[in-house]
T-cell receptor, first 116, second 112 residues
Framework: EPEVTQTPSHQVTQMGQEVILRCVPI?????FYWYRQILGQKVEFLVSFYNNEISEKSEIFDDQFSVERPDGSNFTLKIRSTKLEDSAMYFC??????????????FGPGTRLTVL | ELKVEQNPLFLSMQEGKNYTIYCNYS?????LYWYRQDPGKSLESLFV?????AVKQEGRLMASLDTKARLSTLHITAAVHDLSATYFCAVGVDFGNEKLTFGTGTRLTIIP
């Protein structure tokens, strides 16, 4: 069964450094999302992306964040200057395939970001 | 702002018992999702509920949706240890491009 993949699984960085988290959504999906989950807390929406542009973003998604679909398969989340509070698990998701289960968002395994 | 509340937050139950997790949300929506998360893992889709009165069952889990009451329930029948996990409900409000708002999660522990 097709799945969303994410790399790396764990990223450790120093405060102020830039990080890029990578995702490969399911190939026939049209909508792409990033969510984050701070340890022990609920999952929070960051941004949605469709037709090569941001559809919606949350208050968390400030100027330090950006997303890109640089080619036909990858979907990336960049944090320009990481802060301690950016430490979290970041999940990529995709949805709206062309056949069946069109509403469902499928989540990747996540990237654990640790900012020191 | 859409609020999604789950209760209880923590649930310890013995194997073989039945229990229900509740998910209340604050705005009109006819799309409600249940996910399971094991520690350190991703979110596994359990149920997609798309209309008022929708009921879905998979094994020992059954989910229902009452859009008028803005309430969904996840019922566990004759719990087994393998069901120990955190369960999240999530509400979607826009067709297609759908931002999900998640509940607080219910950490379920099944005790032998």
């Amino acid at each position: 069964e097709p799945e969303v993949t994410q790399t790396p699984s764990h990223q450790v960085t120093q405060m102020g450094q830039e990080v890029i988290l990578r995702c490969v959504p399911i190939s026939n999906h049209l909508y792409f999302y990033w969510y984050r989950q701070i340890l022990g807390q609920k999952v929070e929406f960051l941004v949605s992306f469709y037709n090569n542009e941001i559809s919606e973003k949350s208050e968390i998604f400030d100027d330090q964040f950006s997303v890109e679909r640089p080619d036909g398969s990858n979907f990336t989340l960049k944090i320009r200057s990481t802060k301690l509070e950016d430490s979290a698990m970041y999940f990529c998701a995709s949805s709206f395939g062309t056949s069946g289960r069109v509403y469902e968002q499928f989540f990747g395994p996540g990237t654990r970001l640790t900012v020191l | 702002e859409l609020k999604v509340e789950q209760n209880p937050l923590f649930l310890s139950m013995q194997e073989g018992k039945n229990y229900t997790i509740y998910c209340n949300y604050s705005t009109t929506s006819d799309r409600l999702y249940w996910y399971r998360q094991d520690p350190g893992k991703s979110l596994e889709s359990l149920f997609v509920l798309l209309s008022n009165g929708a009921v879905k069952q998979e094994g020992r889990l059954m989910a229902s949706l009452d859009t008028k009451a803005r309430l969904s329930t996840l019922h566990i029948t004759a719990a087994v240890h393998d069901l120990s996990a955190t369960y999240f409900c999530a509400v979607g409000v826009d067709f297609g491009n759908e931002k999900l708002t998640f509940g607080t999660g219910t950490r379920l522990t099944i005790i032998p």
